[in-house]
């Protein structure tokens, strides 16, 4: 669902009417005035609360909307300097391939990334995809304003916080193999572990429902909350991630 944003109302230029002022405040705010901004997020309400914010700083809302990955819809016809993108799973397969297609077919654009302080990896994978500045989405507006007028410059922003804390991550020893499995393992309910297994060994729903004795509905559900929590699209793509994680092997069965 895509809101257009309001045309913000006319605001006399601080550089050629010599407001002394807003001319200050301009500086204190490192000439992130009128900067003209699409604002993309997972969850719709964040994303109108920080167009809001920025608007009545001053700048230019060309658009808002919801979910993230409908950001290239919005920006097609309109010419953002920067694209403020609120990614709720940075980590999650596939997150940033939209900052992939905004870099390939809109480069003039520079994307800012908005994503949970836990998701430190996240921070590596954003800027090799092509952002140009990564802010935790739990910031003041200052630093997202910070940001953009960073990035508008051509620099790269990242608080020096949340640097120091993807690099000491980063540079821990690598987890051992069968860490995700641990983890997938740690997020699947029994019953969900139960389906697992037979979508593995090839079973339909109603061959999963009549197995462990539930309603097809009832299979359904797990299913699709097995596929959710394992980031795959379909019951082939679960399976193969259950294999390549080794998580076949750390499932009980019943």
């Given at each position: 669902?895509?809101?257009?944003?309001?045309?913000?109302?006319?605001?006399?230029?601080?550089?050629?009417?010599?407001?002394?002022?807003?001319?200050?405040?301009?500086?204190?705010?490192?000439?992130?005035?009128?900067?003209?901004?699409?604002?993309?997020?997972?969850?719709?309400?964040?994303?109108?609360?920080?167009?809001?914010?920025?608007?009545?700083?001053?700048?230019?809302?060309?658009?808002?909307?919801?979910?993230?990955?409908?950001?290239?819809?919005?920006?097609?016809?309109?010419?953002?300097?920067?694209?403020?993108?609120?990614?709720?799973?940075?980590?999650?397969?596939?997150?940033?391939?939209?900052?992939?297609?905004?870099?390939?077919?809109?480069?003039?654009?520079?994307?800012?990334?908005?994503?949970?302080?836990?998701?430190?990896?996240?921070?590596?994978?954003?800027?090799?995809?092509?952002?140009?500045?990564?802010?935790?989405?739990?910031e003041r507006i200052d630093v997202v304003e910070r940001a953009v007028a960073r990035v508008r410059?051509?620099?790269?922003?990242?608080?020096?916080?949340?640097?120091?804390?993807?690099?000491?991550?980063?540079?821990?020893?690598?987890?051992?193999?069968?860490?995700?499995?641990?983890?997938?393992?740690?997020?699947?309910?029994?019953?969900?572990?139960?389906?697992?297994?037979?979508?593995?060994?090839?079973?339909?729903?109603?061959?999963?429902?009549?197995?462990?004795?539930?309603?097809?509905?009832?299979?359904?559900?797990?299913?699709?909350?097995?596929?959710?929590?394992?980031?795959?699209?379909?019951?082939?793509?679960a399976a193969a991630v259950a294999a390549r994680t080794g998580l076949l092997e750390r499932m009980?069965?019943?």
């Amino acid at each position: 669902m895509v809101r257009h944003a309001r045309p913000a109302p006319a605001r006399a230029d601080p550089a050629r009417h010599g407001n002394g002022r807003t001319g200050t405040a301009g500086q204190d705010r490192e000439g992130a005035v009128g900067v003209r901004l699409v604002v993309v997020d997972d969850h719709r309400l964040l994303a109108e609360a920080l167009a809001t914010a920025l608007q009545l700083r001053g700048h230019r809302l060309l658009a808002v909307g919801s979910p993230a990955g409908a950001a290239l819809d919005l920006l097609t016809g309109r010419r953002p300097e920067v694209c403020l993108l609120g990614i709720a799973g940075p980590s999650e397969p596939g997150a940033f391939d939209v900052v992939r297609r905004i870099r390939r077919e809109r480069p003039e654009i520079a994307v800012i990334v908005l994503g949970p302080l836990g998701e430190l990896r996240g921070i590596a994978a954003a800027f090799a995809a092509g952002a140009a500045g990564y802010v935790r989405s739990d910031e003041r507006i200052d630093v997202v304003e910070r940001a953009v007028a960073r990035v508008r410059g051509g620099e790269a922003a990242v608080t020096a916080d949340l640097l120091r804390a993807a690099f000491d991550q980063l540079l821990r020893p690598a987890a051992e193999p069968d860490d995700e499995a641990l983890r997938l393992l740690r997020s699947l309910t029994r019953r969900e572990i139960q389906v697992l297994v037979r979508i593995a060994e090839g079973e339909d729903t109603q061959a999963i429902a009549a197995g462990m004795g539930i309603a097809a509905s009832t299979a359904r559900t797990h299913v699709q909350r097995v596929l959710t929590k394992l980031g795959a699209r379909t019951r082939l793509e679960a399976a193969a991630v259950a294999a390549r994680t080794g998580l076949l092997e750390r499932m009980p069965r019943a």
